[in-house]
């Protein structure tokens, strides 16, 4: 199936960010400029673990990465999304049959050349339906666009699949400086807000060891975080915590809570310093 030359509409817009750009971007900047001071660092980071809850939940923690990316605005061209299947089932990955997915920001474009590489991998298919109504990947975007200059994203919805056979899909297109990895997922769901703080540590410690065995209960994008375990360590890469919270934090009652954190991944020679 050939990619259409059509744009992917907004399916959360309005619900879990602001549908007006003035205002959405207003929410994006806000967050940014409540994080902490940038951290010096002579090379992006590689890859990012972000949460994908509503704006008013998860944003200032999803922000604490992203404004990692801000030195680096002009280097970044390409970022590779996995994000776990919340609506729908899907066996493998699934591409979207679209050109550009669209926000109140503006429109995306699919990478056209890194799409049809991951193609060529078994457990890589294009689904319209498991890209329309999903919001993990949607909700990362108005960050990227409001930071990056001039970018391109290949955006996959990860279904039932083995975490080595995403690992494998990652490599392919590991890339160099010019591109990013995201994996979108949230952390444990619907505990009390103590229970989860310890559950969710237990899991950080387990990704901060690259250990591969995440489960659903540990985090919704599970399978993607396993398979960057295993590719970044393949590859090399050092581990930062950056921020962790709890919908509590924000908004959320504390009887039944979702963990948010963010992790970034960086190249040993260039680890950021004073990151906590």
Do not use: N
Request: net charge negative; with cysteine.
């Amino acid at each position: 199936m050939h990619q259409r030359a059509t744009t992917r509409q907004p399916a959360v817009s309005g619900l879990f960010y602001p549908s007006d750009p003035t205002t959405l971007a207003a929410q994006i900047t806000a967050f940014l400029r409540r994080t902490p001071p940038v951290p010096r660092s002579d090379v992006p980071p590689k890859a990012l673990i972000v949460p994908h809850a509503g704006y008013v939940y998860s944003g200032p923690i999803a922000a604490q990465a992203y404004r990692l990316l801000i030195p680096f605005a002009d280097r970044i061209r390409r970022v590779v999304l996995f994000g776990p299947a919340h609506r729908v089932p899907v066996l493998g990955l699934a591409l979207p049959e679209t050109s550009a997915f669209r926000t109140p920001l503006g429109d995306v474009p699919v990478d056209v050349a890194a799409s049809a590489v991951a193609l060529q991998h078994p457990d890589v298919e294009r689904s319209e339906r498991a890209h329309l109504l999903e919001h993990a990947l949607e909700v990362q975007l108005p960050f990227l666009q409001q930071i990056l200059d001039d970018f391109a994203i290949v955006p996959f919805v990860v279904g039932w699949v083995e975490p080595h056979k995403v690992a494998e899909v990652m490599t392919r297109l590991w890339g160099g400086p010019e591109t990013l990895i995201v994996v979108s997922s949230d952390l444990s769901h619907y505990h009390p807000d103590v229970e989860a703080r310890a559950l969710d540590q237990r899991t950080l410690q387990r990704i901060l060891a690259f250990d591969p065995t995440l489960e659903p209960d540990d985090a919704c994008g599970s399978t993607a975080i396993d398979a960057l375990l295993i590719a970044a360590k393949q590859h090399g890469l050092t581990p930062e915590l950056i921020a962790y919270g709890t919908s509590a934090d924000t908004e959320g009652p504390r009887d039944r809570v979702v963990g948010y954190a963010s992790v970034a991944w960086f190249p040993a020679h260039g680890a950021a310093t004073h990151l906590h």
